[in-house]
Nanobody, 125 residues
């Protein structure tokens, strides 16, 4: 079955960096658009970044220039490099697979058909 497992979260100070990983299994990783979402305390979940099967990427305006999404098809792993982290980046970060029924590069969750358990990112000022 499809499994997504995030890792790499933690607590850092503002200005710091973290690299999240998402290990995928149970399906052909390379043909799907993959996404990162986050949910801050008391807020709705939001799409942060997406990478399509051809490598096209898209970022939320709030993270553009600071975050980089990438993937290694040989390792079935999705990454999110997060630089210059700010307190407003605090939240649970989720890896997700977009089924193809939605529009992955619009960063919506309409077509998401698989989620990881999430990894917590905490940024202190």
């Amino acid at each position: 079955q499809v499994q997504l497992a995030e890792s790499g979260g933690g607590s850092v100070q503002a200005g710091g960096t973290l690299r999240l990983s998402c290990a995928a299994s149970g399906y052909t990783f390379s043909i799907y658009c993959m996404m990162w979402f986050r949910q801050a305390p008391g807020k709705e979940r939001e799409g942060v970044a997406a990478i399509d099967s051809d490598g096209t990427t898209r970022y939320a305006d709030s993270v553009k220039g600071r975050f980089t999404i990438s993937k290694d098809n040989a390792k079935n792993t999705l990454y999110l490099q997060m630089n210059n982290l700010q307190p407003e980046d605090t939240g649970m970060y989720y890896c997700a697979r977009e089924s193809g029924l939605g529009d992955c590069l619009r960063l919506g969750d309409y077509g998401v058909d698989a989620w990881g358990e999430g990894t917590l990112v905490t940024i202190s000022s």
